[in-house]
């Protein structure tokens, strides 16, 4: 049975449709049109615009749950929670631990995947274990270690081909060899947590490492005579930027540096969440680590480093816009087409196409979430 979602505009890849109605053929998005005939059935959205839902492809844990529980609940918590804040697709994101521990998380979850009832799980991201302790940020050091092919191919093995991406810091021994073998098993390389040379970093790139982990962030800065990692995220083409837009993390003026230098088209909003996110402020953990969460910030216990974020991809997108960073059409396309590109997964999300799960997001004048809609149903209303 076809339905039709009629709204003021509608954000698609490369356009804003204006005003018009948008077809729900059973679970996927089928035509957009001017007009219907009088007998259709028609979800009035007047007033609001129509996004596709959105895509983090870096976040920990939300809504008490951390992806470092290795349980299916926990994996069912953030997949129901999420949708309250715009996203329908995300890929629960380990960080550095043992081998056994992130074969566990693998394994977990392959045998619950498509089983979640709320936001898909369209792949894993491993934050390390493969970065150098002077960035550590909130990841434990004694875990740090040289790119592994043998640990690589095992995990790929037990999450069934779930693990979509991996990050390393390109000073590492072995980091080439690492990255051309993860390239060619269609695993996407991130570079962060990182004290590497320019040169270095480049030399990651031409490898085939293609996405900078929360750029600024646990990375060499830029010096007019060693450009670091940052000038390497500046500078080097074809590579997707992080960027964790809480106001917190990177200052919004560096965020449109960072935009400018890179284009719209490579800066993926993500929100680096943690098992706080959607919740109050007290006391909380972050893998092996105690949290104090206040003040819209994650910090750790022991020397107030911040430790990821609570940040909502909601608000992310609201906020760039808000800044005057970027227009709306950039926020939406940087939250939810653009991260599905960087990891080869925009065949599945990220955008309203014809044939697609009809996976979207309603949001008002303000940019505020109104409802978010899955495979065609309404699963969550402000």
């Keep these: 049975m076809t339905k039709y979602i009629k709204a003021d505009e509608f954000y698609y890849p490369y356009q804003v449709k204006k005003a018009g109605y948008l077809a729900i053929e059973g679970d996927t998005f089928g035509s957009w049109q001017t007009e219907v005939s009088s007998d259709a059935e028609i979800i009035d959205y007047t007033g609001y615009s129509i996004a596709p839902g959105l895509v983090d492809t870096h976040i920990h844990g939300f809504a008490g749950a951390d992806v470092m529980d290795n349980s299916q609940e926990s994996l069912?918590?953030?997949?129901?929670?999420?949708?309250?804040?715009?996203?329908?697709?995300?890929?629960?994101?380990?960080?550095?631990?043992?081998?056994?521990?992130?074969?566990?998380?693998?394994?977990?979850?392959?045998?619950?995947?498509?089983?979640?009832?709320?936001?898909?799980i369209q792949g894993l991201f491993f934050e390390g274990p493969y970065f150098t302790e002077k960035y550590k940020g909130a990841q434990n050091p004694s875990y740090m270690r040289n790119p592994s092919i043998a640990e690589l191919d095992q995990w790929l093995e037990s999450s069934k081909g779930l693990l979509k991406k991996v990050a390393l810091a390109p000073e590492r021994d072995e980091v080439t060899e690492f990255i051309n073998y993860a390239h060619k098993k269609n695993v996407f390389v991130a570079l962060g947590h990182s004290d590497a040379t320019y040169d270095q970093a480049a030399n990651a790139v031409e490898a085939g490492a293609s996405i900078w982990v929360h750029a600024y962030n646990g990375m060499r800065g830029l010096n007019h005579r060693e450009p670091g990692m940052v000038g390497a995220v500046y500078e080097l083409p074809n590579t997707y930027a992080e960027l964790i837009c809480d106001g917190h993390h990177v200052h919004p003026s560096a965020c449109e540096i960072l935009m400018n230098q890179k284009q719209y088209d490579h800066v993926v909003l993500i929100t680096d969440c943690m098992s706080a996110g959607g919740l109050e402020d007290g006391d909380y953990m972050l893998g092996e680590y105690p949290v104090i969460v206040e003040k819209g910030t994650a910090r750790l216990k022991s020397s107030g480093s911040l430790a990821g974020s609570i940040l909502q991809l909601k608000d992310a997108v609201k906020n760039v816009v808000n800044w005057g960073v970027a227009s709306k059409a950039q926020a939406i396309s940087m939250a939810s087409l653009i991260p599905a590109i960087s990891v080869g997964i925009d065949d599945k999300c990220g955008k309203i196409k014809e044939g697609h799960k009809a996976d979207f997001i309603v949001l008002d004048k303000d940019f505020d979430l109104r409802a978010t809609y899955l495979g065609g149903e309404k699963v969550w209303n402000a």
Aim: glycine residues 12%.
């Design 76 to 120: 069912e918590t953030m997949s129901q929670a999420l949708l309250g804040a715009g996203v329908t697709s995300f890929l629960p994101t380990g960080l550095t631990a043992s081998f056994k521990t992130l074969d566990n998380i693998c394994h977990t979850a392959a045998s619950f995947v498509g089983q979640e009832s709320g936001a898909r």
